[in-house]
């Protein structure tokens, strides 16, 4: 209604298409809406020296924190082999990247998006009045050919997930060495590594902060949002060639990122040892699950994360959509995709949680359910 009065504040037309971002049943802080498989966090949580860490730093919390993020930045940097100068850490990944497009992209600018990602990259870009080139993948898989071919002298940033989301499929080693090695100098090259951990010991993939920055172009972001279990504290963290860095910095808020978060973040750090179990627990609870969905006949994307992509056969009369509200009435909360039916995206949860889910798509499939 406000929009047709001629004497109230005029929201920028960008704005006009979108729409706020609703949070799903489950995610408002209870638990009476089930298990939550929807958001692709880990059902072990954090390690317990990052839980004691956060507890005691509720006794700083009365102050500001370090603005400079110095002691995660040299954790950081300590477990990437980094220099802690070409690392900031933020509100989590998601204001790092809205950082970098409000950098880095000026109105009319084209950024090239492969077709699935991060949501938030494209509402950002959108907001900063940037157009969208939108790449068709392959296979549920960035098409690096494709990315490369859509990049215009209007280009100013290439963005992937890899892996992706929703489908858990990754760039190999050599077609990403391609295209860092082909994206224009004067293009930022973003790769989105927010479920790298999970990828790490899979054969082909190959994370981009192992190149030590080589390329002045080449920006990573991360979360500590997925493995290492601290998606309510909201923090992550971007490596970058100083100058990437130097631009950011100038105009991000000082107290980006809290104490709390910075303090917990620096003590997960220093459990490596748990983030590779919950590596390979995962890996474990997903293979087996992945076993199970496919002797139903159900087709699953290869996922290298702590999520899969199942697709229900139309010839069936099956569908993503069905199975979701067959799930959530047994108390798990699965994640219907936009606009594909025949899909479900599910979140890894503790090794019982996921039999009990593969017993209920099962019945499902089969008609089983009363």
Not at 45 to 64: K, M, T
Not at 95 to 107: G, N, P, Q, T, V
Not at 218 to 230: E, N, Q, W
Request: with cysteine; glycine share 6%.
């Amino acid at each position: 209604m406000s929009d047709k009065l001629p004497n109230v504040p005029r929201r920028r037309r960008v704005l006009d298409d979108l729409k706020p971002y609703i949070q799903g049943p489950g995610t408002r802080g209870d638990e009476e809406h089930g298990v939550k498989l929807s958001f692709n966090e880990s059902p072990y949580g954090p390690a317990p020296e990052a839980r004691q860490a956060y507890i005691d730093a509720s006794n700083s919390i009365g102050s500001y924190g370090d603005g400079q993020q110095t002691a995660l930045r040299e954790a950081l940097a300590k477990v990437h082999d980094l220099p802690a100068e070409n690392i900031l850490c933020g509100n989590g990944s998601d204001e790092l990247i809205s950082l970098l497009i409000r950098a880095f992209l000026d109105s009319g600018n084209e950024i090239v998006l492969s077709e699935n990602g991060f949501v938030n990259t494209r509402t950002h870009a959108i907001v900063a009045g940037a157009k969208i080139v939108s790449v068709v993948e392959r296979n549920w898989t960035v098409d690096v050919e494709a990315v490369l071919a859509a990049i215009s002298p209007e280009t100013r940033i290439v963005s992937i997930c890899n892996p992706n989301n929703p489908a858990g499929t990754f760039v190999d080693r050599s077609d990403l060495r391609q295209l860092a090695d082909s994206v224009p100098s004067q293009v930022i090259l973003h790769i989105d590594e927010a479920y790298a951990e999970y990828a790490m010991p899979e054969p082909g993939f190959e994370s981009v902060v192992d190149w030590k920055l080589d390329q002045q172009n080449l920006v990573v972001t991360r979360t500590f949002s997925k493995a290492y279990g601290l998606a309510g504290l909201r923090i992550g963290w971007l490596a970058a060639h100083l100058s990437v860095v130097d631009a950011i910095d100038r105009f991000r808020t000082p107290f980006n990122a809290n104490t709390a978060a910075q303090v917990t973040a620096t003590a997960a750090l220093e459990c490596q040892d748990w983030l590779r179990q919950v590596v390979t627990d995962n890996r474990n609870v997903r293979n087996e699950f992945v076993a199970r969905l496919i002797k139903l006949g159900l087709e699953v994307i290869p996922s290298v994360t702590n999520f899969v992509l199942i697709r229900f056969p139309p010839e069936t009369g099956k569908s993503g959509s069905d199975a979701y509200r067959a799930l959530e009435a047994q108390g798990y909360l699965a994640r219907p995709t936009e606009s594909r039916d025949a899909y479900l995206r599910i979140t890894m949860g503790t090794a019982q949680q996921m039999e009990d889910v593969a017993r209920i798509i099962g019945q499902y499939v089969t008609g089983d359910l009363l």
